[in-house]
């Protein structure tokens, strides 16, 4: 089963608003990951964070690794109709199983 | 470099036929895997490879074989197909580097077994 849970499953916002999508783990974590895809394509690594409380930016989009290691977040300020797609977690090591989470649909109205 | 190739991008099937997903990547990676996305499922990993002559299952290996003779190549066997095996399946390879988990994904293979 899933080790890696993301809410919410879906998010409609308005173009111009923000967004931001949780990521939960029931264990400890090495390091999360952060992929995007695309409707229609296939997923694209955005980051990976390693560091407990880590925060990273890349332009509008933030990302957070939380202190206990156990959660993270992705922020999007100010939508636009580009950030539009299905966003993913996922933790793993090389060698190992990479577990993706469910992944959260974001869609932006015009 | 292509990155990671995958065909066919579309393939039908019957129930019982077989067919192999073709997965080849020209970044000498050693790791590469297959998932499989369904709706609401997110990516499911199926079987997976740390270098040539070593596999190992994923979370969803039933009903698919795996092997890898060369670095290059990774193809996904299915030998009897089911209607459950309906699904987009993506090949992904990364570096063997320790820390170095970024996963480069192919294109993607849309199956539909009627």
């Known amino acids: 089963g899933q080790q890696v849970m993301q809410i919410p499953q879906y998010q409609h916002v308005q173009e111009g608003e923000d967004f931001t999508t949780y990521c939960n783990s029931s264990t400890t974590l090495s390091n999360i990951q952060w992929y995007k895809q695309r409707p229609g394509g296939h997923p694209v690594f955005l980051i990976q964070?390693?560091?407990?409380?880590e925060v990273k930016k890349q332009k509008r989009l933030t990302f957070q690794f939380g202190e206990a290691k156990k959660n993270s977040s992705l922020h999007i300020t100010a939508t636009q109709t580009t950030d539009v797609g299905t966003y993913f977690c996922a933790k793993g090591n090389y060698g190992q199983n990479f577990v993706f989470g469910p992944g959260t649909r974001l869609s932006v109205l015009p | 470099n292509a990155g990671v190739t995958q065909t066919p991008k579309f393939q039908v099937l019957k129930t019982g036929q077989s067919m192999t997903l073709q997965c080849a990547q020209d970044?000498?990676?050693?790791?590469m895997s297959w998932y499989r996305q369904d709706p609401g499922m997110g990516l499911r990993l199926i079987h997976y490879s740390v270098g040539a002559g070593i596999t190992d299952q994923g979370e969803v290996p039933n009903g698919y074989n795996v092997s890898r003779s060369t670095t290059e190549d990774f193809p996904l066997r299915l030998l009897s197909a089911a209607p459950s095996q309906t699904s987009v399946y993506f090949c992904a390879s990364s570096y063997a580097e320790s820390g170095a988990n970024v996963l480069t994904f192919g294109a993607g293979s849309r199956l539909t077994v009627l």
């Open positions: 964070l390693v560091k407990s409380g």
């Open positions: 970044m000498n990676h050693e790791y």
